[in-house]
């Protein structure tokens, strides 16, 4: 059984950092890709971005490339996103996913496992 665990949300103001981490278990995590995506209220989830499996290409959406990097360490089996200058449109929940390969997507359809999420709130 599949089980991804993600931690590291919180409130901050904008401006600020956080690390998101996601431990997975169940699957040999290095040959798949993985994802961070986010939901804020009544919106669909969307794409933040993948990394894949072992070549560990990264993609990213526009709106946070340049801030954000994802990064995996397959020895704890563990994939992080780091955020940085977050802004208030930033505020979702966030989730982790492993994707049917080990290549990274940018479409929620193509993952089909997913975390609890966690919450990232950023005040102005």
Known sequence: QV???ESGGGLVQAGDSLRLSCVASGRT???YGLGW???A???E????A???GRVMTTIYTDSVKGRFTISRDNAKNTVYLQMNSLKPEDTAIYYCGTSRSSLAYRSRYDYDYWGQGTQVTVSS
């Open 29 to 31: 995590f290095s040959t």
């Open 37 to 39: 995506f986010r939901q």
């Open 3 to 5: 089980q991804l665990v």
């Open 50 to 52: 993948a990394i894949s």
């Open 45 to 48: 989830r969307e794409f933040v």
């Open 41 to 43: 209220p009544g919106k």
